[in-house]
């Protein structure tokens, strides 16, 4: 077998053998398979597709790559998000289903395309180590039913260089890379219970609702034939969820609803992601679970397992109490409403796409991020506006004219004039 060969089959979408595509895994995961070539086969992948069998392929292999978790705890849970903009839920549902007596094993990725990921907004919290053993990780479980560990060189290796090199080479919008990538970590940490968060809108690698709902349905196929109870929902990813994008602000912002300081569509978004999550693990119906849920954060109970895993994972948990611990953007630019407005949409992605030019996210390989940047909006759809009202504030420590990105931001607002002054309405 050769790289070329698989290559130019992709290219011309003729299917890959089960062996070809294990060959091909194997090789990239060991080095034998350069950059250059593995982008090549992704980018093809990305432009022509590749059938449900190859995508299940690709996934076993991916998930072959590295060691299966046997975790020796009785049962575990999953939950994984296909990427959104301000996504921070499983910083807020971990705690919550641990709170509710359920054991969270979660193994996530760093910021992808113009999405954010939960590796990275963790470890802006000062000293949050999430590179863990597996024994690190299962001791952690034991003790405080949450933790959160990065794609290693033990487990799902190949996910761990696939997708850095995806997120480098715009090849993160595919179906099946997406399936596979989440899928392979997911087997690969081997909860027996999964909830897959499926986004669609503008925000969301997938764009409508229909690409969304055929991405639950193959992962949902994969995760049930290998033997876990699996349930994905399709939710909507439209405007950022809550109101702060990027690393340190969303912590920020998962702390504050674990404090029971902010309601809205996050707090909400939570409690049925979480209810759905108890609910299949057989807390009870989803409405008895969403009570669990909510009953979780107002008693605090969520936000001491949020605290513990932050301190077992090496961080600072008085930032669970002082907010001001977390990493601030030394410089800050607020976009203004030009005239009274009714803000009638956002371009999501490009939200995200700013955000990352802020510093919040990777444009290289290796490349470094700023975890104070990102974006507080402060609007939402719907919404009226006086001119002079903030729309969003811009924030970064490594970034400081903040003309283009404001630009690009300002360009991602769909707005309808308001003829009358919004107050003589
Ligand atoms: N999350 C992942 O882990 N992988 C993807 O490809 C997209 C979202």
Same mark, same amino acid.
């Given at each position: ?9 992709? !290219? ?14 194997? $090789? ?37 790559? @590295? ?43 760093? $910021? ?57 080479? @715009? ?57 876990? %109870? ?70 605090? !109970? ?10 077992? %994972? @090496? ?43 802020? $510093? ?6 290796? $490349? ?58």
């Amino acid at each position: 077998m050769n790289a070329i060969d698989i290559i130019n089959k992709t !290219k011309l979408s003729i299917p890959l053998s089960h062996e070809e595509i294990v060959w091909l895994v194997e $090789g990239y995961t060991n080095g034998e398979i350069p950059d250059h070539q593995m982008s090549a086969w992704l980018m093809a992948v990305r432009l022509n597709g590749i059938t449900d069998e190859e995508t299940l392929a690709l996934t076993y292999a991916m998930r072959d790559s @590295g060691g299966i978790m046997q975790l020796d705890i009785p049962y575990t849970v999953d939950k994984h998000s296909t990427g959104g903009v301000g996504d921070k839920t499983s910083l807020i549902i971990g705690p919550i289903v641990a709170a509710c007596g359920v054991c969270m094993s979660k193994m996530s990725g760093r $910021g992808l395309g113009h999405t954010g990921g939960t590796i990275d907004k963790l470890e802006s919290i000062p000293g949050l180590r999430t590179d863990l053993s597996v024994e690190e990780f299962t001791e952690i479980l034991h003790k405080n039913g949450f933790a959160i560990m990065s794609q290693s060189g033990e487990i799902c290796p190949a996910d761990k260089k696939i997708y850095a090199l995806r997120n480098a080479t @715009g090849t993160v919008d595919s179906i099946p890379l997406i399936c596979a990538s989440i899928m392979s970590k997911k087997l690969a940490t081997n909860a027996d219970c999964l909830l897959l968060d499926v986004k669609y809108g503008t925000g969301a690698f997938m764009k409508t609702k229909e690409e969304a709902e055929k991405l639950a349905a193959i992962m949902e196929r994969i995760g049930r034939s290998a033997g876990k %109870q699996c349930r994905a929902v399709v939710t909507d990813m439209n405007e950022p969820l809550g109101c702060n994008v990027g690393n340190s602000l969303e912590v920020r912002e998962a702390l504050e609803v674990l404090r029971g300081e902010t309601r809205g569509e996050l707090y909400n978004v939570c409690i049925m992601l979480a209810s759905e999550l108890l609910a299949l693990a057989g807390k009870g119906t989803v409405s008895e679970c969403a009570e669990l849920a909510a009953e979780a954060i107002s008693s605090g !109970k969520a936000l001491e397992v949020m605290r513990e895993m932050i301190k077992l %994972q @090496g961080g600072n948990p008085d930032v669970c109490d002082d907010l001001s611990l977390l990493p601030m953007p030394k410089f800050r630019y607020t976009i203004k409403a030009v005239c009274d407005m009714e803000i009638t949409g956002f371009n999501c992605e490009e939200i995200g796409q700013t955000a990352l030019m802020l $510093g919040a996210g990777r444009t290289s390989l290796n $490349g470094r991020i700023d975890a104070t940047a990102g974006i507080i909006m402060q609007c939402r759809i719907g919404e009226s506006l006086c001119a002079g009202d903030p729309i969003m504030t811009l924030c970064s420590t490594v970034c400081s004219d903040f003309s283009e990105a404001a630009i690009r931001a300002l360009n991602a607002v769909s707005y309808i004039r308001h003829t009358q002054p919004k107050n003589d309405k």
